[in-house]
């Protein structure tokens, strides 16, 4: 069996290192002005330390150089290839067929792949650019998985890549043009400004020139139907709906093929792709790890895999929906989000270890901290995570406790090991190095919980190729009657302190649960287990506490 291998951006050294670190074999980077990133955070000093780094552990490193270049960029060529050739990557990323002739012959010794820019979607393309030369091709984003398997079957002499999660475009693979032409920034130079995620309203000119709002109101609504007609296509008038906030006509939900891992990994695809060198490190370690142990666990048992704890995984990062894009070929009505454009999530990244003392973490606090937050600390190496709920916080440079601490701080906070009541001080040290993320519970608005529940329905009606229209339609006419109702109030999922309205699974800060006499057999089970866990709604339920009833 050929066995995968998880490839991860990295936007910075430090993104590098937490995707290193939380499980992938494989990263690429690169400098700002050749690589389609702008906003890449590398120096060259930093991308042959983070070279090093991949390699002292073990691990791969590519460079991009997948720029379409114009004339302006040939004179850089050659003192990028000779920089380059002093950093020693493990390949380099092309999709100019000039650069790619021009590196194959004054870098011969660089494995050379074919980036997605290229826009590789049959085996004919594959087999032309292994002619060439390349090592490994990556496939469109637009090729489905019949014609992956196909290509596969057809190429068994090259390396292939796909791409598996990460932010989908709304036009081909990274070649639109509105971003260019909304802002003046270059999409095919790696300066999206994303305008197909804009929130676009219509208008009326009048006769004398003089623009109006076109305000719809349930008085005035059934005056009105608008009405798309394409060039081609007289006659064929598309219905387009808007509302009074404005409507979302190009917003993709992100990739995600976790759903349907498996049948890239039963057929051998040689490198499996996640996007996303512009997002945070949070999102480097969590999605690092949670497609790691998928894999790991598909190779350990193939015939019982399931994919649902690592969808749960996925689902603490920040994303627009998720959608399986063109896996079963062509996009389907699913795969936009038409209500909501931003990327949420039930969780948020809380902070990061920057150092482990004999007895406490030093911690960088990436977010608000409140009394009553649970800290779960995700372990870069073990599957099990550790929860900390907290009520107040230690400045480790001043040694002042602190009810609150902000994030835009940059406060660096000490969590002494005395604090975990059920866990060994050497295991924490061991499991838990420099570069350990935590996350904690994000409070949300019931617009947020409303997308999310919306996110959670087309994801099992693609998962399962079953289409539900009439849960569709409930969930998402309950996330447009939120966005009507623009409500601000957050809430968490769980309880947080106090006495009132305990759910009865025994969070660590509700008073009720461990001071009431009906919840004795729920404490002593608790006691068990892992500071900070719960009950189950069932487990809670078995033990006959009144609030599960």
């Not at 008038?237 to 979302?248: A, H, T």
């Not at 989000?337 to 270890?353: D, K, L, N, R, S």
């Amino acid at each position: 069996m050929r066995r995968s291998e998880l490839l991860m951006p990295a936007g910075n050294l430090r993104k590098l290192k937490m995707a290193i670190l939380y499980g992938a074999d494989a990263v690429y980077l690169g400098t700002p002005d050749m690589s389609l990133r702008t906003k890449s955070q590398f120096s060259l000093e930093e991308v042959i330390e983070g070279v090093e780094f991949c390699h002292a552990h073990g691990k791969r490193a590519y460079l991009t150089l997948n720029l379409f270049s114009h004339n302006k960029d040939i004179p850089k060529l050659d003192e990028y290839i000779q920089t380059i050739r002093r950093v020693k990557p493990d390949g380099l990323i092309i999709a100019d067929p000039g650069v790619f002739t021009y590196v194959k012959k004054h870098a011969p010794e660089i494995p050379l792949h074919i980036s997605t820019q290229a826009n590789v979607c049959s085996w004919l393309s594959v087999d032309f650019w292994k002619d060439q030369g390349a090592a490994l091709v990556v496939l469109a984003r637009e090729v489905s998985y019949p014609e992956l398997a196909e290509i596969r079957e057809h190429c068994p002499d090259v390396k292939l890549e796909a791409f598996v999660h990460g932010a989908m475009c709304m036009t081909y693979s990274g070649r639109c043009l509105l971003s260019n032409f909304m802002a003046e920034r270059g999409a095919n130079q790696g300066n999206c400004a994303n305008s197909c995620r804009w929130n676009y309203g219509v208008r009326m000119r009048l006769k004398d020139g003089t623009v109006e709002d076109l305000n719809i109101t349930p008085e005035n609504a059934d005056m009105f139907e608008f009405l798309l007609e394409e060039g081609c296509r007289p006659g064929e008038l598309m219905p387009i709906e808007e509302d009074g906030r404005g409507s979302y006509i190009m917003n993709s939900r992100d990739l995600c093929i976790m759903p349907k891992l498996d049948d890239y990994l039963k057929i051998g695809v040689d490198c499996l792709k996640v996007e996303g060198r512009g997002k945070s490190e949070y999102y480097c370690a969590i999605v690092a790890r949670a497609y790691r142990m998928a894999i790991d666990a598909y190779y350990e048992d193939p015939e019982n895999w399931d994919p649902k704890p690592y969808m749960e995984e996925l689902e603490t990062v920040g994303n627009r929906g998720y959608t399986l894009a063109f896996h079963d070929g062509r996009l389907t009505n699913y795969a936009h989000g038409y209500e909501h454009t931003a990327a949420i999530a039930q969780w948020e990244y809380a902070g990061v270890v920057v150092g482990v003392e004999d007895d406490a973490f030093l911690v960088e606090v990436k977010n608000k901290l409140e009394p009553g937050d649970v800290l779960e600390f995700v372990s870069p190496i073990a599957r099990e995570t550790v929860l900390l709920r907290m009520y107040e916080f230690e400045e480790a440079k001043t040694g002042a406790m602190k009810d609150v601490i902000h994030g835009s701080t940059k406060t660096v906070m000490r969590v002494p090991f005395a604090l975990f009541d059920h866990e060994d001080t050497d295991w924490l040290r061991a499991q838990f190095p420099e570069y350990t993320v935590m996350r904690k519970e994000r409070a949300l608005t019931d617009e947020q919980w409303a997308r999310i529940k919306l996110d959670k329905v087309v994801q099992g009606i693609e998962a399962s190729g079953t289409d539900r229209p009439k849960a569709y339609e409930r969930s998402r006419d309950k996330l447009v009657d939120a966005i009507g109702e623009g409500g601000e109030e957050r809430r968490h999922k769980t309880n947080r302190v106090g006495v009132e309205g305990c759910c009865g699974r025994g969070c660590n800060g509700c008073l009720m649960f461990w001071q009431d006499p009906q919840y004795e057999k729920a404490r002593g089970e608790l006691l068990k287990r892992k500071q900070g866990a719960q009950l189950s709604r069932a487990e809670a339920k078995a033990l006959k506490l009144p609030a599960a009833e």
